[in-house]
């Protein structure tokens, strides 16, 4: 398995413009969670999807952001407009059922830069 | 209720010492406490987890020491070597609740 995909992995733009990060999670798993990481806050969770639909997104920090999950295979994480201080590391990871149990497993994450 | 402290922040630790990193928690409703390895241009990767049944786990030099008593368990790194130089994260949750809990992190630092 190749494991949870990103892209792009940098993103570089400038402030107001709209940034679109994806997010394709491991086959089978029916858990998506979105996060943000950042020196001065840590890894903050954005919101996560349970089969699809949105179960908690109250990390979301503003209308700016939003979430979409279209199917099992491919999700997306919008900002619009961006801000320079949206800046950060953006994460995305996928749970399954099974064996696995509780365990998330991370993609790569997006750099996203804010000028 | 809801959080998890860990500390410390960082360590720096001489090549064969044992680093230890805290956490400790509120909520009893939590059951699960996994440790996640992040590297530098990485996303963070399970280590190693535990659940309140046991007091202690290991897995190859990675142990967790859990004392549900005083809400509190801890990650040693026994023989830490230089490629185990990551940012460490701890976390909970619980049955009723798939999202994990996390800690802020401590970045480790192992010394040759």
């Known amino acids: 398995d190749a494991g949870v995909i990103q892209s792009p992995r940098h993103e570089v733009t400038e402030m107001g413009q709209e940034v679109t990060l994806r997010c394709k999670p491991i086959?089978?798993?029916?858990?998506l969670f979105w996060y943000r990481q950042t020196m001065m806050r840590g890894l903050e969770l954005l919101i996560y999807?349970?089969?699809?639909?949105?179960?908690?997104d109250s990390g979301m920090p503003e209308d700016r952001f939003s979430a979409k999950m279209p199917n099992a295979s491919f999700s997306t994480l919008k900002i619009q407009p961006s801000e320079p201080r949206d800046s950060a590391v953006y994460f995305c990871a996928s749970r399954g059922q099974g064996i696995s149990g509780y365990e998330q497993f991370f993609g790569p994450g997006t750099r996203l830069t804010v000028l | 209720q809801q959080q998890v402290k860990q500390s410390p922040q960082s360590l720096i630790v001489q090549k064969g010492g044992i680093p230890i990193i805290n956490c400790a928690y509120e909520n009893t409703a939590f059951d699960y406490f996994p440790w996640y390895q992040q590297f530098p241009g990485k996303g963070p990767a399970l280590l190693i987890a535990i659940r309140p049944d046991v007091s202690e786990k290991k897995e190859g030099r990675f142990t967790i020491s859990f004392n549900k008593s005083a809400k509190q368990f801890s990650l040693h790194i026994m023989d830490s070597q230089p490629g185990d130089s990551a940012t460490y994260f701890c976390a909970a949750s619980s049955g009723s609740n798939y999202q994990l809990i996390w800690g802020a992190g401590t970045k480790l630092i192992i010394k040759p």
């Open positions: 999807f349970n089969n699809n639909v949105p179960i908690d």
């Open positions: 086959s089978g798993h029916d858990y």
